[in-house]
């Protein structure tokens, strides 16, 4: 079976990649100061490739246990549609352009940030973390949090504590997210023997620190408005996501079944995506 270009395209994980991008691309219009538009093209560019390339080498690393899970069967690796030399090669021809070019058009502290988070992603949380304690997520959850850093960083050629926030409302939304479809798919991790919250604590723990990280999350995704780096729209979106999202996780916390999980892991991904789309629609109109 000859590979197609869908297949390499399945290794970037694209719906993982959109939401990285969307990030870096909120923290590099945010940032002071001008970029010219091309080079901004250039620099959310390098940012996505370097997400796509994360995301093949995470392919290569996990294809034995992707083979095994009902949810990542159909990958390109354990579907045979591609080789592992094939992702292995494609993730660090990505990985070194997508550095390089940022290095060279861009500045060096934006490469070294998106060198970083591949290497962070690829051998912390993949090779080491991962299938060895349950707190992979809490801390490999820094290298998702990292695009809006890089984009700063691509203006600027600094870093301060305004990206810094940003990172963190990511790192700590990081949790709850994954921790709530670790539940509906706790099957899968038992299989392959990924040390997931749910299969090493039980359904119950998992539940209740789902909860407290929401309760954290929640008031430091507000802060932005309350710190002057965003006004009364992130505000009211944040404010009012935010109550939605503590509902859902104290749902999450209370019940026993899969609904109220799948329904928090969805609305996780709105609730970040609105977030950084409030704070974009704000920078661009000058509302703040």
């Known amino acids: ?96 352009g997508s550095v390089v070019v940022l290095g060279l058009f861009i500045n060096v502290l934006s490469a070294a940030l998106l060198a970083f988070t591949i290497l962070f992603y690829v051998v912390v949380y993949t090779m080491w973390l991962k299938r060895r304690t349950a707190q992979n997520i809490v801390i490999g959850g820094a290298s998702g949090a990292l695009p809006p850093v890089i984009g700063w960083a691509a203006v600027t050629g600094t870093v301060s504590w305004e990206p810094l926030l940003l ?69 009211a979106v944040s404010s009012v996501l935010g109550a939605g999202f503590l509902v859902l996780a104290w749902r999450v916390w209370r019940g026993e079944d899969m609904t109220q999980p799948r329904r928090l892991f969805l609305f996780s991904i709105l609730y970040l995506f609105a977030l950084f789309a409030a704070l974009l629609v704000e920078k661009l109109v000058g509302l703040s």
């Open 1 to 96: 079976m000859h590979p197609r270009v869908g297949d390499y395209l399945a290794l970037l994980k694209p719906r993982v990649m959109s939401l990285v991008v969307f990030t870096g691309l909120v923290g590099l219009v945010a940032a002071p100061g001008d970029i010219h538009p091309v080079l901004a093209i250039l620099a959310i560019l390098c940012i996505a490739v370097g997400a796509g390339a994360s995301g093949a080498l995470n392919m290569w690393y996990d294809s034995d246990i992707d083979a095994v899970m009902s949810r990542t069967k159909g990958r390109p690796i354990p579907a045979g549609r591609l080789t592992d030399g094939d992702a292995l090669g494609f993730g660090v021809a990505l990985s070194v």
């Open 167 to 235: 990172f963190a409302i990511i790192f700590m939304w990081t949790p709850p997210h994954f921790w709530a479809l670790s539940l509906f798919a706790k099957g899968d991790y038992e299989k392959v023997g990924v040390p997931m919250l749910p299969v090493v604590s039980g359904q119950r723990e998992t539940r209740k620190q789902i909860l407290i990280y929401s309760v954290l999350l929640v008031p430091l995704a507000i802060s932005p408005s309350l710190l002057g780096m965003a006004g009364t729209l992130y505000g």
